[in-house]
């Protein structure tokens, strides 16, 4: 709960914030949600918020959100979501504090530093913790935890209701709905919870001008398959292992495998003890060896082709020093457990994994919504490989034509990817060297993507292209 004499103090920065900035558009904000500054943060112009919203009263279930402006004139942006998928992994320590939000932690897990190539750049930034048991947000029935995509989109659909009522400035802008990995499942059924609530509303109605997904699983049989055509295309499983797997593995029957299919897979899975999986080119961080640093205050490097791989572990330890969750008006309930990315609390229905979100996808673009899909390259888990099949596939049920050809897109005179473009709606685009989480593995690249999605730009095909990030 917050004081009285501290709510004074929270208003008065803000009054004098927004009279330094010169503009109204914090006003009608929710004073009691403003992150005054987080600890070991770097002094920003933007401003950001955090707290809770409601989304079931009689079950008391809650979902956190962190919301961060855009770093130069908020009011003329766009307003993005960003949800990370698991099913049960944080989209406020994924997108907010790893990949595209506005500081990274530092290598000592106490303090943050500036993450230069965040989208906050080119879009103001909400990320959700999304479903309940995820992170920070939670419910007062255990019960709530047992859930599936459904009551999961339901809550996202509730969630933005009302948050969009304590920032009622943001209604009418533009918004895009983001993610990775399961949200493929998240963003696709939100999005069309979101269509059918628009056609019933007489009132409020969103926005929505696009979405855009990463790495997404969207087809379960092809994505599994192309998995092991990934590891053995890289040299990472055998000729004989990859042979014996689809031999063994009827991945269009996946929930009656046989016990010969999960001993072949098995022994693929192996591969995980020396490579990250994830991005299959990057060194692993040694967890005994990083926490060890971490409680004796040492501030390490570890870096790999450009990013700390040990991030997730500094993450981890800044997210559950109890100054940071007060400064973030988070865990007000005192869980009975620390924060962490990933969780094994929530029970997802596991049937949920095999919906194909092809036919949401087609309602989507029908509906005049441009799609964009992208996939980092040297991510094993869901391969671009399936994911190109699965929008091709996609573009043939749509009788759309080819109308970019399958060619490179370019970054500050670099290959940034290939990319190809259906019809008018529907693109597909590769991210050079990144990996399952594009952002963090290629932040410049994929803030360039970015700009060009929410501004409703091509990617560049030629060198002489404005720079976007």
Known sequence: MVSY?????????????????????????????????????????FRQYAGYVEVDTKTGRSLFYYFVEAATQPETKPLTLWLNGGPGCSSVGGGGFTELGPFYPTGDGRGLRINSMSWNKASNLLFVESPAGVGWSYSNTSS???????????????????????????????????????????????????????????????NVK???????????????????????????????????????????????????????????????EYVD?????????????????????????????????????ERKFYFNLPEVQHALHANRTRLPYEWSMCTSRVNYRGIDLNISMLPLLKRIIQNKTPVWIFSGDQDSIIPFLGTRTIIRELAHDLNFSTTLPYGHWYHRDQVA?????????????????????VPYGQPARALHMFSCFVRGRRLPNNTHYPDDG
């Not at 599994?224 to 890289?234: D, G, P, R």
């Open 5 to 45: 004499g501290a709510l004074a103090v929270t208003m008065v920065v803000v009054v004098v914030t927004v009279q330094w900035l010169g503009c109204n558009f914090a006003e009608g904000y929710p004073e009691e949600d403003l992150v005054v500054r987080l600890p070991g943060q770097p002094k920003v112009l």
């Open 277 to 313: 999986v994830y991005d299959v080119l990057r060194d692993l961080c040694y967890p005994s060896i990083v926490q060890q640093e971490l409680r004796l205050k040492k501030m390490a490097t570890h870096i790999s082709i450009g990013v700390d791989v040990c991030m997730t572990y």
């Open 210 to 272: 696009g979405i855009a997904i990463g790495n997404p699983l969207l087809k379960l049989n092809t994505d599994s398959s192309a998995v092991y055509e990934y590891l053995w295309s890289h040299g990472i499983i055998s000729d004989e292992l990859r042979l014996r797997i689809f031999r063994q593995c009827d991945f269009n029957n996946i929930p009656n495998a046989s016990n010969e299919c999960f001993n072949a897979i098995a022994d693929a899975s192996a591969v995980s």
């Open 417 to 437: 990817g290939w990319v190809t473009e259906y019809g008018k709606l529907l693109t597909f685009a590769t991210v050079r060297g990144a990996a399952h989480m």
């Open 144 to 206: 709530d935890y047992n859930t599936g995509d459904e009551t999961t989109a339901k809550d996202m659909l509730v969630f933005l209701i009302r948050w969009f009522s304590k920032f009622p400035e943001l209604k009418a802008r533009d918004f895009f709905l983001t993610g990775e990995s399961y949200a493929g499942h998240y963003i696709p059924q939100l999005a069309d919870a979101i269509l059918n609530y628009n056609i019933q509303s007489k009132g409020f109605k969103f």
